[in-house]
């Protein structure tokens, strides 16, 4: 189920274009979803009726295995990625909501 949804959801335009010029070939997400390293936490947002609208990732940069953030990372620190992935839920204050 989530799988198909973070596919779906990286696919579409308003993703695309806060992500810029990422290589979406270099993520795979049946392979990620499959991994849990403890340096990263990756979770579905949902409305209080459940429904699904975004993604949410937090790691430690520090950790993280491409040091992606550069080298120099202090220990402890956190770096976020987030998607409101359902267009309908844009602008109503969830992504504030998912940083609390």
Same mark, same amino acid.
């Given at each position: 189920?989530?799988?198909?949804?973070?596919? *779906?959801?990286?696919?579409?335009?308003?993703?695309?274009?806060?992500?810029?010029?990422? *290589?979406?070939?270099?993520?795979?997400?049946?392979?990620?979803?499959?991994?849990?390293?403890?340096?990263?936490?990756?979770?579905?947002?949902?409305? &209080?009726?459940?429904?699904?609208?975004?993604?949410?990732?937090?790691?430690?940069?520090? &950790?993280? &295995?491409?040091?992606?953030?550069?080298?120099?990372?202090?220990?402890?620190?956190?770096?976020? *990625?987030?998607?409101?992935?359902? &267009? *309908?839920?844009?602008?109503?204050?969830?992504?504030?909501?998912?940083?609390?």
């Amino acid at each position: 189920y989530d799988l198909d949804l973070l596919v *779906d959801w990286e696919q579409r335009e308003h993703i695309r274009a806060s992500i810029g010029d990422y *290589d979406f070939n270099e993520w795979t997400w049946s392979k990620e979803l499959s991994r849990n390293p403890p340096w990263r936490y990756q979770l579905i947002a949902t409305t &209080e009726e459940e429904i699904p609208i975004g993604f949410i990732q937090i790691i430690d940069p520090k &950790e993280e &295995e491409t040091h992606y953030w550069g080298e120099d990372c202090p220990p402890n620190s956190r770096a976020i *990625d987030m998607w409101i992935g359902e &267009e *309908d839920y844009l602008r109503k204050g969830y992504g504030t909501q998912m940083l609390k």
